[in-house]
């Protein structure tokens, strides 16, 4: 019901118009039977303050932020938690009676998709990340976290993939390397348990592109996973498990990175599959 006690959720980011978030948190809290309603607004760069401020003013309950703003919203919380504090990317503000702070579900929800849909556990393994942006930065701290044993960046720019190489230093005390020359790559596939794509290349309406990545010289049991869920298989994917790889698409992150978020606004965790099922049917349109 639209009435005064409704409370309201949204997500800020430039583009909007792409997003699953809407149908996805409205669904969420449809099957939890809460009154809530969440919005996707236009938020411009440099109007990101003042949305901030109207989280506050409008007495929302919370926000998703998605690109652009995930790192440019920090100075405008109070505080910054957990996954967001090590990685520098916020996707979560839960409004605590004016209080703002700041979460990351990312790194959890690409982890909680891992274990659950490609029973991997990233204890004592080797892994790669192509990309270095706000989702590879979220990987990269979560996994790193739960164990992984060696981990390799690949960027198209090499300073953002050294940024993200000394901030797995600093705050973790981590050595990852990065890895730039075609020979290195090679070696660097052959020795990975996991490797992932964490950049847009393959993503709708550009579906026939594909990371530059030697799929061909990965070992045997090495999980591919996309972090691109638009379309389903990523020719990458496609590719990979023809090459007799598992393969992992990036459905599960959005769901459970979603649910997480959902449960930090009203304190409950949605039911993954019901989730499914109607992303599914949105997706199959
Ligand atoms: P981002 O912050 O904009 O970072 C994108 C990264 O990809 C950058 O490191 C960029 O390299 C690289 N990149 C962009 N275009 C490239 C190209 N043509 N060739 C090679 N590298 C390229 O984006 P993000 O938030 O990290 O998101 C990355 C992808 O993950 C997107 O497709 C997004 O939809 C997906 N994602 C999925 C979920 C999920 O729930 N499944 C959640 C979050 C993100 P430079 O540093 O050189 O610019």
């Known amino acids: 019901m639209i009435q005064e006690t409704i409370k309201l959720y949204g997500l800020f980011g430039d583009p909007v118009g792409h997003s699953l978030s809407p149908f996805f948190q409205n669904e969420a809290f449809k099957l939890l039977g809460i009154n809530a309603v969440y919005f996707p607004f236009h938020v411009k760069a440099e109007d990101l303050a003042g949305a901030v401020t109207a989280i506050r003013h409008l007495q929302m309950g919370g926000v998703n932020l998605t690109i652009p703003h995930k790192e440019a919203v920090i100075p405008f919380l109070d505080k910054v938690e957990g996954d967001a504090a090590l990685s520098g990317s916020v996707n979560t503000i839960v409004n605590r009676n004016g209080e703002l702070a700041g979460y990351s579900t990312d790194g959890e929800g ?95 309406p550009e579906s026939q592109r594909m990371p530059e990545f030697p799929l061909e010289h990965c070992r045997p049991g090495c999980l591919v996973c996309d972090l691109v869920y638009r379309p389903l298989e990523t020719m990458w994917l496609k590719k990979a498990r023809e090459l007799g790889f598992s393969v992992l698409g990036g459905l599960g992150m959005l ?23 109607a992303v599914m049917r949105i997706l199959d349109r």
């Not at 390397?177 to 964490?198: C, G, Q």
């Not at 459970?256 to 499914?276: F, I, N």
Request: net charge neutral; with cysteine; charged share 25%.
């Open 110 to 204: 690409f982890l909680l998709s891992l274990q659950r849909e490609a029973d991997f556990d990233p204890r004592g393994k080797a892994g790669v990340i192509l990309g270095g942006g706000g989702a590879a930065r979220a990987v990269a701290f979560r996994l790193v976290q739960d164990g992984l044993a060696a981990l390799y960046l690949v960027n198209r720019g090499a300073e953002r993939a050294a940024v993200l190489r000394e901030d797995l230093r600093k705050h973790l005390g981590f050595q990852a390397e990065t890895v730039t020359s075609r020979a290195e790559l090679e070696k660097t596939a052959a020795v990975a348990d996991l490797v992932i794509n964490a950049t847009p290349v393959g993503m709708y």
């Open 255 to 277: 769901i459970y990175q979603g649910m997480l978020s959902c449960q930090l606004w009203t304190g409950r965790m949605p039911d993954a599959e019901p989730l499914r099922a």
